[in-house]
């Protein structure tokens, strides 16, 4: 498969904007190329296009060489460019897993491209040849979320290989949840598969959702076009900055993730005891799925009493199902003790 045959045309043709800073990529004692103001405020230089400094910090880190990383205003910013990179509006489509993170679609929609939609089933898993079948020429983009959103659960990874060489377009693994999950991340892959893109964000295990850093892992030839179409400075200076100190920190990234780990692990055994709640579907990620008798009245419960988790029972597959992220454990031990009241008031 020849990548740069599934770009779209104009994406193919495009002559991108030329910053300041990126035809001049040196240092020098005096800038007057970009118009800003000299007197300065201490936040008075454009930032650098491309975070070089933050992607040497990401590749040490995840062992990916700079030059197959890509910084987006998040995973979110990343979803779009790469739909707006290879799926012609009114066209092509892309292909999402039902239940999935909701943002693919939606990314879809606002760019005028089908969504083809493949149903998970009851334990939402796929079965891989009735998936690979389902694939058409039009379908451009293949979205796995692994670990699922708000599911949990985690693919097999032999079958994850095979919908890579099989599908005939773009495979993006969004990897939000993997540090929770214990599996290895397909970053390892990258060099054989030039379809191959790989999401993970700073949003999750690292704690910092406010900063909006999203990172993209793939060969050289798409960064190069991810870096063509994004808005030229996308990632702000003081952003670039604090993801930096943020990824640096390992031991509260380390420390963090266990806890939660940990509290996952009890606050699914406490669900259990619940007899009001049917199923509590094992996770792999920083949040459960359970299903229960009824949502609505356990949502409204919950949000009386100052906790809000997600609703998630009108998605296919989740009927009656909320999704509860795992807080600090002194939130999850509120949570704890306002389940307990609800069961009593509820016999
Ligand atoms: C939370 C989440 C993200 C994170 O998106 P950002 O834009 O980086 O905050 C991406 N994918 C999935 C599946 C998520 O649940």
Request: negative net charge.
């Amino acid at each position: 498969m020849e990548i740069s045959s599934l770009l779209r045309e104009n994406i193919k043709n495009l002559v991108p904007y030329s910053t300041a800073r990126s035809e001049f990529g040196e240092t020098a004692e005096i800038y007057l190329d970009a118009n800003e103001n000299n007197y300065g405020t201490g936040q008075h230089r454009y930032p650098d296009p491309y975070q070089r400094r933050l992607k040497l910090v990401v590749s040490e880190l995840k062992n990916v060489s700079v030059e197959n990383i890509f910084v987006g205003h998040g995973s979110d910013e990343i979803i779009d460019l790469i739909i707006r990179a290879f799926c012609n509006p009114g066209k092509d489509s892309i292909i999402c897993l039902d239940p999935s993170y909701g943002m693919y679609a939606v990314s879809a929609a606002i760019n005028d491209v089908a969504v083809r939609t493949y149903p998970l089933d009851e334990n939402f898993e796929f079965d891989v040849l009735e998936l690979c079948q389902f694939f058409t020429n039009r379908d451009k983009v293949l979205f796995i979320c692994n670990p699922n959103n708000p599911s949990g659960n985690v693919f097999k990874e032999s079958e994850i290989l095979s919908l890579i060489t099989t599908f005939q377009g773009i495979v993006v693994i969004d990897e939000a949840y993997i540090d929770f999950s214990g599996q290895e991340s397909f970053t390892g892959q990258l060099l054989a598969f030039p379809n191959l893109i790989i999401l993970q964000t700073l949003s999750k295990s690292y704690g910092a959702a406010s900063l909006r850093i999203g990172l993209g892992f793939m060969s050289a030839f798409l960064v190069d076009v991810l870096h063509k179409i994004k808005p030229p400075y996308n990632i702000s200076g003081m952003t670039e900055e604090a993801a930096i100190q943020v990824l640096q920190n390992k031991n509260q990234y380390k420390r963090n993730i266990k806890r939660i780990i940990k509290g996952r692990e009890w606050f699914s055994d406490f669900l259990l005891t619940l007899d009001f709640v049917e199923s509590v579907y094992p996770s792999r990620a920083n949040f459960i799925l359970f299903k229960v008798n009824d949502a609505i009245g356990l949502y409204k419960y919950l949000l009386g009493s100052g906790v809000v988790v997600r609703d998630r029972s009108k998605i296919y597959q989740c009927q009656n199902c909320l999704r509860i992220t795992i807080g600090t454990d002194e939130e999850m031990e509120q949570v704890k003790y306002l389940l307990r009241k609800f069961k009593s008031n509820n016999i």
